[in-house]
């Protein structure tokens, strides 16, 4: 690759220059398509239905400027990924602090989807980042 980043990036809160951008995109694409093993989840209907070898990045900055490589522009499921962004607007709208005290955010030693992590958390509180705890957290 031509723009390859010779030397790793140390963020200062700032993305790189474009170009160097679209290098570190490139390459993490390449590393990704080399990783071959797995199989797409049919658990949902929305993930049994994915091509498994379409592969796309796309990244946007604060400043709403966008760069993308491969397949970046089918439609698809966010599932779980939109998990931390949920929790980060309830973090933001009541604090990290109290936002922890209502929801939990501790491991829960279980599948992503047990229900029996409400009942074996402190006052019913679990994780965000699984489901049950997904639920509480959309709604604050």
């Not at 604060?62 to 760069?67: D, P």
């Not at 491991?107 to 699984?130: H, L």
Request: aromatic fraction near 8%.
């Amino acid at each position: 690759m031509p723009n390859a980043p010779s030397v790793p990036y140390v963020s200062t809160g700032h993305l790189p220059v474009p170009d160097r951008v679209q290098a570190f995109l490139e390459e993490a694409f390449e590393a990704a398509l080399a990783e071959t093993g797995g199989a797409c989840s049919d658990v949902y209907p929305a993930l049994a239905r994915v091509e498994p070898e379409q592969l796309g990045i796309c990244l946007v900055g604060v400043s709403r400027r966008s760069w993308t490589v491969g397949d970046a522009d089918p439609r698809f499921s966010i599932m779980s990924v939109s998990k931390p962004f949920v929790f980060a607007l309830v973090c933001e709208a009541l604090g990290p602090e109290e936002a922890h005290a209502l929801l939990g955010v501790n491991a829960t030693s279980r599948p992503f989807d047990s229900a029996a992590a409400i009942d074996a958390g402190e006052a019913g509180r679990t994780n965000p980042m699984v489901n049950a705890g997904a639920l509480a957290t959309t709604s604050y």
